[in-house]
């Protein structure tokens, strides 16, 4: 059975980016700040330095309690016991990484139209990542969504739904009744001098805006 | 049951040295020449276009009846149904990778030294790739392997052994009298203006030599 996810703040690694010394210190501090998924995101890494950073998050997600999601690597995934991975366009598509971790784990999948979304969510995507929403530092190549864009897929898509891209404490104002699950943040808590507090304000003002009183 | 594997003439592709328009064409070509065993080898491009790649080198490699080995990338060598996985010292371990890959496929790890060779056939490899046995434009940065090493690890392992690293026309002759079963070859077929006849004027030196009357 696959778990039930809480996509409300999904933290996505950045070696570069990240203010803290290790990935696991950022992973942890980021979970204390209420993170509640985790993906791990090698770019540049060798496989060998991939496979042994997951291995020792998986410990930290495990123990505190949040899923860990892979990037790119079904593989890496499948060998760490991992919750998941995610694929963008540029990856392996949905079908195939779905033959290696089964049916039990979760495949997310980023789109940056409604058709890819609706191709996503035919090959059988768990989420979607919604985005690039803004200018980000990380993928500078990224073309952007538009807020409308992201209001028609929400209507056309039954899954769950986080946004993605340039996601800070004044960009994530702008997702208010827009009927998303959660926001994906990289620099703007792994960059932080305080990460754990850089998410929890973070969590606070889209938790504010998506379940208004 | 795994594959009867012949690793006589083992070709290992490289996009940025190869003298053909593809990959495709210079696997195929390779192949015409009497290459026994093929190593597709991305390591720049993306996990979309390695998976791509791989499926339409499998169809060549299944047309004419050789064996297709994936470097690294255990997920896309389920994905593709390839024969096989190869992974260096900085890839993932083979324990980890025999458990994606399963036991019926071949699983090749490259070895430096006599202890990485005992530690790999330990660790589950069907076959050993030793080297760089001497220096190369496609690893700089490789140490390099003695003959005397590959003697001695010839003598202590079991199975099936390649040489690879810089091996050409001159080089390969001085593996006469080492017992091993094949050498592995990048530049000196794939970036050859007539791959196919490269590759037959290698495999019948080495033959020579492996073999000597």
Redesign the interface.
């Known amino acids: 059975m696959k778990p039930e996810i809480d996509y409300t703040l999904y933290l996505v690694t950045d070696r570069e980016l990240m203010s803290s010394a290790t990935i696991e210190e950022n992973v942890e501090q980021a979970i204390r700040g209420g993170c509640t998924l985790v993906q791990l995101r090698e770019k540049k890494a060798?496989?060998?330095?991939f496979?042994e950073t997951a291995l020792r998050v998986r410990q930290i997600t495990r123990r505190m309690g949040v899923p860990l999601i892979i990037n790119?690597?079904?593989?890496?995934a499948?060998?760490v016991d991992a919750d998941g991975v995610h694929?963008g366009?540029?990856?392996?598509?949905p079908e195939?990484?779905r033959?290696?971790i089964g049916p039990d784990r979760i495949l997310g999948v980023s789109a940056g139209t409604l058709d890819e979304a609706l191709t996503a969510e035919r090959d059988g995507a768990d989420y979607l990542g919604i985005g690039a929403m803004y200018a980000t530092g990380t993928k500078t190549d990224a073309a952007l969504t538009g807020m409308d864009e992201l209001r028609d897929i929400r209507r056309r898509i039954k899954l769950p739904i986080v946004a993605i891209g340039g996601i800070n404490k004044e960009t994530v104002l702008s997702f208010a009744g827009t009927g998303i699950d959660g926001i994906a943040v990289v620099s703007a808590i792994v960059s932080r001098p305080d990460v754990e507090t850089a998410a929890r304000e973070l969590k606070a003002l889209f938790i504010k805006r998506r379940n208004p009183e």
Chains 1, 2 share one sequence.
């Open positions: 060798s496989s060998r330095c496979y790119d690597r079904a593989d890496i499948a060998a694929v366009q540029e990856d392996m598509p195939a990484v033959k290696i």
